[in-house]
């Protein structure tokens, strides 16, 4: 049974070292636009904005992502902007579980910039490509 949880505050500088060691394996594929430090300061420091998460197999964390708001002019996304750890090619249930949870929340549309295997896997749970990035509506949008 997997679970999403937040990573909050204090929990992400306790736990410093680690989580920048699993956000680091994920940028190895990234432009570098950010480091891991600064995705850290970052949900510490503006915490509405960018967020951390781990993913939880039987309270054993799998994977760790980090995300970050997006205001369009007509929706709001959730862009997860990192994500690394062991799949297990479960992208879907993971998915499935985040967009639940998000449904709470002010959020139209969830989005992820990622590998060409991530597209693979999250089509069969509804994601469309959309140049490299993925995006699924999780509420109905004008434009999402």
């Keep these: 049974m997997y679970t999403i949880k937040r990573i909050m505050g204090e929990d992400l500088l306790l736990n410093y070292a680690e989580i920048k060691k699993e956000i680091e394996k994920a940028l190895e594929y990234s432009d570098g636009d950010r480091d891991a430090a600064q995705?850290?300061?970052?949900?510490v420091t503006t915490p509405r904005i960018y967020?951390?998460?781990g993913v939880y197999k039987d309270?054993?964390?799998v994977a760790l992502g980090?995300?970050?708001?997006?205001?369009y002019a007509n929706f709001t996304a959730l862009h997860i902007t990192t994500?690394?750890?062991e799949t297990y090619n479960d992208l879907c249930k993971w998915s499935a579980i985040f967009e639940?949870?998000?449904?709470k929340q002010p959020i139209d549309?969830?989005?992820i910039t990622g590998?060409?295997?991530f597209v693979k896997q999250l089509k069969e749970a509804g994601w469309t490509e959309r140049y490299t990035t993925m995006r699924k509506s999780i509420k109905e949008t004008p434009n999402g």
């Design 39 to 43: 995705i850290i300061l970052d949900s």
């Design 51 to 53: 967020q951390i998460w």
């Design 59 to 61: 309270s054993n964390r």
């Design 66 to 71: 980090s995300t970050r708001v997006v205001h």
């Design 83 to 85: 994500l690394a750890g």
């Design 100 to 103: 639940k949870e998000m449904e």
């Design 109 to 111: 549309v969830l989005e």
């Design 115 to 117: 590998r060409r295997g």
